[in-house]
């Protein structure tokens, strides 16, 4: 059972991180920076994304974000900004 309470929670915080680069690279209007790490294991998973540039419209955002997940739960936070 905790294998899949394992397989789970890695799920929860990879499967996001999958869909939203391709997200990612759509919503880029102008020069930008944009870095994603990502590990898994059998003690679980870890995801950490940090992007920031301008909208098509020419709108400044910057945003950081990461997930954690273990057998002992999962856990997420994130910090933005635009102009």
Known sequence: MRKLAKAIAVGAVVVP???GG???ASADGGPGYGKHDSS???????SAKTKSGFTEDGTAYFM???KTA??????????GSHS
């Open 22 to 24: 391709a997200t990612v």
């Open 17 to 19: 991180v999958v869909l």
């Open 70 to 79: 273990n057998s002992t739960g999962a856990t997420g936070n994130a910090t």
């Open 64 to 66: 950081k974000s990461s």
């Open 40 to 46: 898994a294991t059998v003690y679980g998973g870890t």
